[in-house]
């Protein structure tokens, strides 16, 4: 009868988070030992865990991805209290693609050829690594992140723009892009996520916290894309303006070498 109240409540052995978490034993009661797993819920000689136990190791194992130390996560863990599952999913949402973009798996000879005479070299590989459009897999495999922006370099290629003037470009449009992406996270630091983590992360402030997030994401790209098209309408009038000037004066002064 225990038995049954406990798998109706959700609560599961450890042997059972061990498997649903793919983790061991062992390592469950490690996790415990250095305080980033709350203890479980005795009842005679048995502990049992619940969802939270769960979520917390799923949190635990994306903060290691991040490259944080046991020790640096215990201390964030340490501001959660109960609500692993909300920065579970908070973080997730952080660090959702903004839009469906699939990465692509190539080989290094289908990134450097449609670059043609314009020889994508190492250094142009290297290049594409630092501004994060590909990663390398291994066996001559590389995984491309974002093939829209790779594209946008080959057709720069096409056009008969110089492979290393190419990446200048798109190193430049990714460092402008990082300074727009920077100012709509300290809008959301400054009105959303820093008054509710002065207020010590109430429980039921997780999803209006979340809720702007998700928001402001299509804000972002939609605000990003309409300055963007402002700005180019502003930038190509201005160019045929001072070509136009240039014509007129040429107009005037006559052709070169004349009298």
């Not at 579970?88 to 469906?100: A, I, K, N, Q, V």
């Amino acid at each position: 009868m225990a038995e049954e109240i406990e798998k109706e409540s959700g609560e599961i052995t450890i042997e059972d988070l061990a498997r649903l978490t793919g983790m061991t034993v062992r390592n469950i009661r490690a996790h415990q030992s250095r305080g980033l797993l709350p203890p479980p819920r005795v009842i005679g000689r048995t502990g049992y865990y619940d969802e939270e136990h769960i979520s917390r190791i799923a949190l635990i194992r994306e903060l290691q991805e991040e490259g944080m130390n046991l020790e640096a996560i215990r201390r964030i863990l340490e501001s959660t209290g109960n609500s692993s599952r909300d920065l579970l999913s908070f973080t997730r949402s952080f660090r959702e693609p903004y839009e469906d973009e699939q990465p692509e798996i190539l080989e290094i000879s289908e990134i450097a050829q449609p670059w043609g005479e314009t020889a994508l070299d190492k250094d142009g590989m290297r290049r594409l690594e630092e501004l994060g459009l590909m990663r390398r897999l291994g066996d001559g495999r590389i995984e491309v992140l974002s093939p829209k922006l790779l594209a946008a370099g080959v057709e720069l290629a096409e056009l008969g723009v110089p492979a290393a003037d190419a990446l200048s470009a798109l190193e430049s449009l990714r460092d402008r892009s990082g300074a727009v992406a920077e100012v709509f996270i300290q809008v959301f630091n400054e009105l959303f996520w820093e008054p509710f983590d002065r207020a010590g992360r109430p429980p039921d402030e997780w999803p209006r916290v979340q809720d702007a997030l998700q928001r402001m994401r299509p804000l972002a790209a939609d605000a990003l894309l309409a300055s963007f098209q402002l700005a180019m309408d502003e930038a190509t009038e201005g160019a045929i303006g001072e070509m136009i000037r240039r014509d007129l004066e040429t107009d005037r002064s006559g052709p070169p070498g004349a009298a």
